[in-house]
């Protein structure tokens, strides 16, 4: 009897142990957002090109984020979530003095299915200018002009012939356009938040 009575008290201490670890609250998931700081620099890889010459302000593009961005020891933006740019300006050289210039923002993450707007500074891309170029095509085009008009008819050839050569080296620029600025496909953009930017988690 002593027996029985020892293993009905063990069982029962048993089963009161499990009952109490099964009536233990469950700590609740961290749910605090993520508050990433202004001034943050998030680098983004482009999925579509941007050119230039052929795209016009306002026009959007799509990229991920090509590096996580990390709050204190968590990361709060992971590589590969999807962004977009927004091309604010582009402005293609002259016909013979000029440069090639396009401006993009950042404007929306969006991390665990949700979207988020995005303020940030604006990315400047030059080329190169022309106006040294041009100036020294058209001379050059110049001078050899007047030393053609020289040799065929004196000083009124070669004052003939200056004109001619300017002339050329005008239509040389012309057609020429000066160089455009592209942002490729998979090309790597840094962008710094203007505003702090708020995720969930």
Not at 84 to 92: G, N, P, Q, S
Not at 94 to 108: A, N, R, V, W
Not at 120 to 131: D, I, P, Q, V
Request: no cysteine; aromatic share 4%; net charge positive.
């Amino acid at each position: 009897m002593p027996k029985v009575r020892s293993s009905i008290l063990v069982f029962l201490a048993a089963f009161l142990t499990a009952a109490s670890s099964f009536a233990r609250p469950v700590a609740a998931a961290d749910t605090t957002p993520y508050t990433i700081p202004a001034g943050t620099k998030i680098t983004i890889r482009m999925i579509d090109s941007v050119d230039s010459k052929r795209n016009r302000p306002g026009d959007e593009f799509a990229a991920t984020v090509a590096e996580p961005v990390v709050v204190g020891d968590r990361v709060a933006i992971p590589k590969g979530a999807e962004a977009k740019t927004r091309l604010v300006e582009a402005r293609t050289s002259g016909k013979i003095k000029g440069q090639s210039e396009l401006e993009l923002e950042l404007t929306q993450l969006t991390v665990n299915g949700q979207s988020y707007t995005v303020e940030s500074a604006l990315y400047t891309a030059k080329g190169e200018s022309r106006g040294k170029r041009s100036a020294k095509v058209i001379g050059g085009s110049s001078v050899i002009g007047a030393l053609i008009g020289g040799i065929a008819g004196g000083a009124k050839g070669a004052a003939i012939g200056a004109g001619v050569g300017a002339g050329a080296g005008t239509a040389v620029q012309a057609t020429t356009h000066g160089e455009q600025v592209k942002v490729p496909s998979e090309a790597e953009v840094e962008f710094t938040l203007r505003n702090a930017l708020t995720v969930s988690r």
